[in-house]
């Protein structure tokens, strides 16, 4: 009752913070052993920023000015597509995916280019380019020895077209588009399984 009281007396930016702080494995970097060799050791700045990001409390050193010519603010940093900071942050994903994928599976592909469509009906949203990718293709995960795709998508909670809704609709959301545009291909043309995976960007506190 007392933690339910003083969610309801925060702002909603941070009880959105608070929300996605309390999701399953949104902790787990606070635990995990910080280890050189798989880059888990964060230095003082990240440790501190990434505290600071989990709860919302305002970061006092940020510079006024992004380099794409817009006010810096943590929200905007998340998605500004100055720089390629949020393509990284989506490869590096993947590979982490595929890397994982890599100890069940065999015949790991990462950007797989599905095959071209020669006649099959889909669904209206559906990708149907000729060159259309998945981030990655991994053989016997679901049953054996059928193809199995995962896509990766990283939203950021936080933006103002999200202010409505929670954590959970958004990574429906998300997935529902992802499904519309491949599932239907994937099924009819590779005869394989489609899995949409979505993450926030706060899924590391980076």
Not at 30 to 45: D, G, Q, S
Request: aromatic fraction near 8%; charged fraction near 30%; proline fraction near 4%.
């Amino acid at each position: 009752m007392q933690c339910e009281q003083v969610r309801e007396s925060l702002p909603s930016k941070t009880e959105r913070a608070v929300e996605l702080a309390t999701e399953k494995g949104a902790s787990n970097w606070l635990t995990v052993i910080p280890i050189k060799e798989m880059n888990f050791n964060l230095n003082k700045r990240e440790f501190r920023d990434a505290i600071k990001l989990r709860y919302d409390w305002e970061i006092a050193d940020l510079p006024a000015m992004c380099t794409c010519g817009d006010l810096f603010t943590v929200d905007h940093a998340m998605v500004c597509r100055h720089g390629g900071l949020i393509i990284q942050r989506h490869n590096e994903i993947r590979d982490l995916e595929a890397e994982m994928l890599r100890m069940v599976c065999t015949d790991i592909e990462t950007e797989p280019v599905l095959q071209e469509i020669t006649g099959e009906e889909l669904n209206r949203g559906a990708n149907k380019a000729p060159d259309a990718r998945l981030d990655v293709h991994a053989r016997g995960f679901w049953d054996r020895q059928q193809s199995a795709f995962f896509d990766v998508r990283v939203c950021h909670p936080n933006a103002d077209s999200y202010r409505e809704l929670s954590p959970k609709q958004i990574f429906q959301l998300h997935e529902s588009e992802k499904k519309r545009q491949y599932s239907r291909r994937v099924l009819e043309v590779e005869r394989g399984t489609f899995t949409p995976l979505v993450f926030t960007n706060r899924w590391n506190g980076r």
